[in-house]
């Protein structure tokens, strides 16, 4: 599969407003569906996002709405499936029976793909895969593009590493969704960097990328190890880092000093608690990606060729990183 590496920059856009209605959860029509035989150059494209799970989502969500404007010659139906993929693919299998020019979805789970992608390339509609990958083979879609999400954990790996893995560390760790790509990849990356250190993961469980999850989650690991037993916490996002702090402080404890805690996403509430030094690393996730997926979708349309894979660069953070340029980013 060919690889290319992008700025973040390129996949930034010039100016988002992260509004109520990009935040939206619910399924949201952005005009009239139904194909791209309205006889104007306007495209059609279903847009299936995953939910509004956290504030990484809904600034996705922003920016992929913002590039499929009408202004930049899209009509876009957009379906947020409340983190079901059952109703997700459904959203697709509706996408390929109403005739859209172009698909874009950020799968929730990896596997389970085959059938509808299939449907989709036999109704001559190109796939763009955004965010999230698939187990389906490659030829089933045209494009991804996203993070690399297996490097951001061992981005985040790595700094543990190096912090405390001199140390016994006891580790607990908020899983993101079941099956999901980001999950899946950001616990193998930081488990190979941390391989042969003295930090040792004694609890693991989902918390669904949501805070209440990751607040209930970490409750219960509080009550099954107490505070003095648990010294770091990895954490898939920051919505669920953010949880854990509110259950690390009504534990009577103090996150990032007691409790160590590392995080993926650097949302601008991530960002201010790590500010905060309430987290004491945050590995960046970049949001941003509609205009490069939008871009994309057009070149597939035009019968350019593209890349099968398109990465954009991740940053990192310690406090006095964040502090430099929490007043300048867009997220």
């Known amino acids: 599969m060919n690889k290319k590496t992008l700025l973040a920059g390129f996949a930034v856009l010039g100016a988002i407003a992260l509004t109520a209605t990009g935040c939206a959860g619910s399924t949201d029509a952005g005009g009239d569906s139904g194909g791209g035989d309205s006889g104007s150059d306007t495209i059609t494209v279903g847009f299936a996002q995953t939910g509004s799970e956290s504030g990484w989502r809904s600034a996705n969500t922003a920016s992929m709405k913002e590039a499929f404007s009408a202004e930049n010659g899209f009509d876009l139906i957009f379906n947020a499936a409340d983190n079901d993929p059952a109703a997700q693919i459904a959203a697709v299998r509706d996408f390929i029976n109403q005739g859209v020019d172009a698909i874009v979805i950020a799968p929730i789970v990896s596997d389970g793909w085959d059938d509808v992608l299939q449907e989709a390339k036999d109704a001559g509609i190109p796939v763009v895969l955004e965010d999230r990958t698939v187990s389906a083979p490659d030829d089933l879609y045209a494009s991804w593009v996203g993070l690399d999400f297996r490097n951001e954990g061992v981005m985040a790996g790595e700094w543990a590493a190096e912090n405390f893995g001199d140390t016994e560390t006891n580790m ?120 490069l997926a939008a871009g994309i979708v057009k070149d597939v349309l035009a019968g350019e060729t593209v890349e099968k894979t398109y990465f954009v660069t991740d940053l990192s953070f310690t406090p006095e990183e964040a502090a430099k340029v929490i007043d300048e980013r867009l997220y």
């Open 172 to 291: 607990v760790v908020l899983e993101g969704t079941t099956g999901s790509a980001p999950a899946n990849d950001r616990a193998e990356g930081f488990d190979e960097a941390v391989e042969g250190t003295s930090i040792k993961k004694i609890d693991s469980q989902t918390g669904d990328f949501t805070r209440d999850g990751g607040k209930t989650v970490m409750e219960g690991f509080l009550q099954k190890y107490g505070v003095d037993g648990i010294d770091l916490v990895y954490a898939h996002n920051d919505d669920m880092a953010l949880g854990a702090i509110e259950a690390i402080e009504a534990a009577g404890a103090k996150p990032g000093e007691d409790i160590k805690i590392i995080s993926i996403d650097a949302v601008k509430d991530g960002m201010l608690a790590l500010i905060d030094n309430k987290i004491n690393f945050i590995v960046e996730c970049n949001p941003l990606l509609g205009e």
